[in-house]
T-cell receptor, first 117, second 110 residues
Framework: GAVVSQHPSRVICKSGTSVKIECRSL??????MFWYRQFPKQSLMLMAT?????????EQGVEKDKFLINHASLTLSTLTVTSAHPEDSSFYIC?????????????FGPGTRLTVL | GEDVEQSLFLSVREGDSSVINCTYT??????LYWYKQEPGAGLQLLTY?????DMKQDQRLTVLLNKKDKHLSLRIADTQTGDSAIYFC??????????FGAGTRLTVKP
């Protein structure tokens, strides 16, 4: 159980275009979803935390207008990279938390590799 | 310094034990986690330990926690080539926040 999917797994786009990444919890309802960015040989950097039906909370240094997060339902969150540039190329990983549990266990999606040309 | 620190590389021979170490800074962390990441994939939760525990064993995995020194380790017994991956240590904080180390790349040689 506790499977999280992401779509697409890979995307290549031209500079200036927008890209949407979907994160779905397949067999549970996620009260909270997280978006991370991972650079090569580096740890995951938390970008934002989103709760269903409310605005996302962004980490310091993350541009809200560039990385739009929508958490429309308990099983779906989307990250839209607007006007993407080559420096936005990265591995984006989402996770979902069951919430209400003693253990704050996050279940991670397989990640989306974004390449901006 | 970084919140969570790990050495970046570890190489062992198949059949040996692997020990991956981690130090963290937040003494209020309630849970500490170990995640495994295989190439091109997301993170898979391996195990976690509550901060008031010293040790947790789960099949080939043993987690040791020294809360006084804020030191966490993951021991993998009888390491196999399929264990080759990046292992992330993470501390969980009370506000749902998690902080990850940079990951230790484990290479298992036949």
């Amino acid at each position: 159980g506790a499977v999280v999917s992401q779509h697409p797994s890979r995307v290549i786009c031209k500079s200036g275009t927008s890209v949407k990444i979907e994160c779905r919890s397949l067999d549970f309802q996620a009260t909270t979803m997280f978006w991370y960015r991972q650079f090569p040989k580096q740890s995951l950097m938390l970008m934002a935390t989103s709760n269903e039906g409310s605005k996302a909370t962004y980490e310091q240094g993350v541009e809200k207008d560039k990385f739009l997060i929508n958490h429309a339902s308990l099983t779906l969150s989307t990250l839209t990279v607007t006007s993407a540039h080559p420096e936005d190329s990265s591995f984006y990983i989402c996770s979902a938390s069951l919430g209400g549990a003693i253990v704050n266990t996050q279940y991670f999606g397989p990640g989306t590799r974004l390449t901006v040309l | 310094g970084e919140d969570v620190e790990q050495s970046l590389f570890l190489s062992v021979r198949e059949g040996d034990s692997s020990v991956i170490n981690c130090t963290y800074t937040d003494s209020s962390s309630t849970y500490l986690y170990w995640y495994k990441q295989e190439p091109g994939a997301g993170l898979q939760l391996l195990t976690y330990i509550f901060s008031n525990m010293d040790m947790k064993q789960d099949q080939r995995l043993t987690v040791l926690l020294n809360k006084k020194d804020k030191h966490l380790s993951l021991r993998i017994a009888d390491t196999q080539t399929g264990d080759s991956a990046i292992y992330f240590c993470a501390e969980g904080r009370s506000n749902n926040d998690m902080r990850f180390g940079a990951g230790t790349r484990l290479t298992v040689k036949p």
